[in-house]
């Protein structure tokens, strides 16, 4: 048994974030994070080879071990990229020391609540997870305490708050619809006894409860018309919370609704969720779609692509079935991957550049061609084109989507194809043309960037065996 | 009065809805502060008598909890803000009071007739608490909505949460670890807010949201 794994990977963060707090040189603080973010990964790679035994608090099943795997990933990527970012910022002047003690220590604590929302066996720790890391991610987005960064936060705070607060109703009811069949106390919060027993609780308040927390959750997820918090928080914010706003707390939400949609799937008399997932998906790919457009700002282009990804991911989900789960599962994983490779692209981008405006930054192939093919392969990826694994993934949905229902096959396809005309139009104007005046030499670990990049060529290459099966059975279990 | 512990319940969960009503009136800071605290006592009584009918002590705690930060500290922090800032001058609302009011008898008709035939095999307790939690909680909302003012808002967030409250605790049993991590939640909310606030202060001289709705990135 395996739980010294498990209790590394929640505590390592949440320990490093009162040390990071203490800690005043930015380099050695830098080191720590990335110490603690590998150390956290390293102790969620053991869970593979041995899980630990399930108690009421926590567990470790096939569904969340890979997400796990994959948010501890990408935090240790993120870390690395965000010591370079932070140090421009320093020199720049964007940031004070003190504010980036306060940034560490809350980049840590988040991702140990994400850990801790994504590793526990209770609804209502889960719960206290997700709102965590919103607060965390709410005084980040904040910290550049500009006009525009103190109006993301607080949209991002109420919205956020709203959301968390109608999951919480959700939550009671879930906890009132268990106690009479399972008893009164931690079992009737935890996920496995209310799974157990699904097929007995009562249908009607169930759904309700479902409802709940969909559009609870919904708003953490970004699901039109609950997203507008996102493209704000995305922009305003230092450039490694965007790459971890979107590559993991989206799905973290997400993990929480689809938990959920397994106890409705499992009781026959519930209202359906599947409709109301595939229709709220299919609205924020087409919104985002259309949206993308319009954009001058290069991080409020790719937040509202994340919109978009959330929204087909949401949709291969409410579509259920097995081909669709797994399309939905690898899409999840892959979007976090490319998502997360542009914005650490997307940082340097507009450190060299000095600026966030898409009419500004002109001709990066010439002035940096290194980092013009991190973004161009990123956009290329995220966009859908193979070989890259999020061509995969929509490639599956489509067709499974024209094979069940044809209707919506031609309104999924529309949006991505709407959403494939936008980014292209963009990249081109960013890569080629004539070089803006300001630039600046870069200084910069592109690793992580090409990290992600090589992962997700991998995948849609050849996806390996043991995660082909894996997914499969996660499938299976989502319904 | 009370014939019996039903009717005690019913009279504070009731007495909690009608003081939301009494909050989305209110037109100036301080009553609003006032207003609040009173809700914040309510439902410290109605949290320890569910401690007393259940026989749980530990929602003594949460009781406790309610009185002392949400009757005591916050609003009166709050009221520092207010009188530091010196905005004690009429706070406008969106639509008129009338028309907040309707929507308000309409979103706790909803509230009712949503959650009582759902719950039909539950205590009446039970189901009652929760139909006036789900009222308190969207009319806490409405207020959010309704207002431009950083504090109102705030004000409505918390009496969002007071709502939260009476149905954590009125659902019988529920484990521990949820009431008070909701009710530390809340102050963390309020330390979130109180940055926030002063940092618009710091910034515009004013909290009044709208002014910030100038700063959006995409406007500039």
């Known amino acids: 048994m395996n739980d010294v794994g498990l209790t590394l990977v929640l ?33 969620a790679s053991t869970l593979f080879w041995s899980a630990p035994a399930d108690n009421d608090i926590l567990f470790v099943d096939g569904f969340n071990i890979y ?39 809350m980049f840590q604590l988040m991702m140990g609540a994400m850990s801790l929302a994504l590793a526990s066996n209770n609804i209502g720790l889960m719960w206290v997870g997700i709102e965590v890391a919103t607060l965390t991610t709410v005084l980040m987005v904040g910290i550049y305490r500009t006009h525009e960064a103190i109006e993301a936060a607080w949209k991002y705070f109420i919205l956020g708050s709203v959301g968390i607060s109608l999951a919480f109703f959700g939550t009671i009811l879930i906890y009132l619809v268990a106690q009479p069949v399972i008893g009164e106390g931690l079992t009737a919060m935890s996920w496995t006894s ?110 509202y692509s994340s919109i978009e990804h959330m929204g087909i991911i949401t949709f291969a989900f409410g579509l259920g079935g097995p081909i669709a789960n797994f399309a939905g599962l690898l899409h999840m994983t892959m979007h976090s991957l490319t998502k997360s490779a542009i914005f650490y692209a997307v940082g340097h981008v507009t450190q060299a550049k000095g600026t966030q405006k898409l009419d500004n930054i002109c001709g990066l192939s010439e002035t940096h061609p290194a980092l013009a093919w ?20 929509e490639f599956l949905i489509t067709t499974t989507t024209f094979a069940r229902e044809p209707l919506l096959a031609i309104l999924f396809a529309a949006g991505l194809l709407l959403a494939f005309g936008a980014l292209l139009m963009r990249l081109q104007g960013v890569l080629f043309g004539a070089p803006t005046a300001h630039s600046s030499p870069l200084k910069a670990s592109l690793v992580p960037l090409f990290a992600h990049l090589a992962l997700v060529l991998w995948a849609g290459i050849s996806l390996p065996q043991p995660l082909v099966e894996w997914f499969q059975r996660v499938a299976e279990l989502l319904g | 009065m009370f014939a019996s512990g039903y009717d005690v319940t019913h009279f504070l969960s009731g007495l909690m809805l009608l003081v939301s009503f009494m909050l989305l009136y209110q037109d100036r800071m ?43 500290v916050i609003p009166r922090a709050l009221r520092r803000i207010v009188r530091k800032l010196g905005i004690h001058r009429d706070i406008e609302t969106v639509v008129s009071v009338g028309m907040t009011l309707i929507a308000a008898v309409l979103l706790t008709l909803l509230a009712i007739l949503v959650v009582v035939p759902l719950t039909g095999t539950r205590a009446a ?13 969207l009319l806490g909302l409405l207020m959010m909505i309704m207002r431009r003012n950083a504090i109102s808002q705030i004000v409505g967030f918390m009496s969002m949460e007071n709502g939260l409250i009476l149905a954590a605790t ?51």
């Not at chain 1, 949440?14 to 956290?40: C, D, E, G, H, Q």
Request: with cysteine; aromatic share 12%.
């Open chain 1, 67 to 105: 997400l796990i795997a994959l948010n501890t990933f990408v935090g240790l990527t993120t870390s690395i990229f965000s010591a370079t970012y932070i140090s421009h910022e320093l020199e720049t002047g964007c940031l004070t020391p003190v504010h980036l003690r306060f940034y560490h220590a």
């Open chain 1, 374 to 393: 991190g973004l161009g392969l990123g956009v290329v990826a995220i966009a859908g084109l193979p070989p890259f694994g999020v061509f995969a993934s």
């Open chain 2, 30 to 72: 301080f009553p609003i502060l006032n207003v609040f605290a009173f809700q914040a006592l309510v439902l410290a009584l109605a949290v320890a008598w569910q401690a007393f009918i259940q026989d749980a002590p530990h929602l003594y705690i949460t009781a406790g909890m309610a009185l002392v930060m949400k009757a005591g």
């Open chain 1, 194 to 303: 209310l799974i157990a027993s699904a097929a007995q609780l009562e249908p009607h308040l169930l759904s309700l409860a479902f409802a709940f927390l969909l559009i609870g959750y919904g708003t953490k997820v970004g699901l039109v018309p609950l997203h507008a918090w996102l493209p704000d928080a995305h922009a305003e914010g230092p450039t490694p919370v965007s790459a971890v706003l979107s590559g993991l707390l989206l799905n973290v939400a997400l993990y929480a609704i689809l938990r959920f949609k397994m106890i409705l799937a499992a009781n026959p008399n519930t209202l359906s969720p599947g409709p109301a997932l595939a229709v709220m998906g299919l609205v924020s790919l087409l919104f985002a779609s259309f949206m993308l457009y319009r954009r001058r700002d290069i991080k409020r282009l790719f937040a």
């Open chain 2, 170 to 220: 009125a659902a019988k049993g529920m484990p521990l670890v949820v009431e008070i991590s909701v009710a530390f939640s809340v102050l963390i909310a309020f330390f979130v807010f109180g940055v926030f606030v002063f940092r618009i202060r710091e910034r515009f001289d004013t909290i009044d949201v709208n002014v910030l709705d100038k700063y959006r990135g995409e406007r500039k």
């Open chain 1, 11 to 43: 505590c390592a963060p949440i320990t490093a974030a009162v040390l990071l707090a203490a800690i005043k040189p930015y380099r050695i603080a830098a080191l720590v994070n990335i110490a603690a973010s590998l150390l956290a990964f390293a102790a």
């Open chain 2, 125 to 137: 307790e039970t189901r009652e608490d929760l139909a006036f939690s789900l009222a308190i909680v």
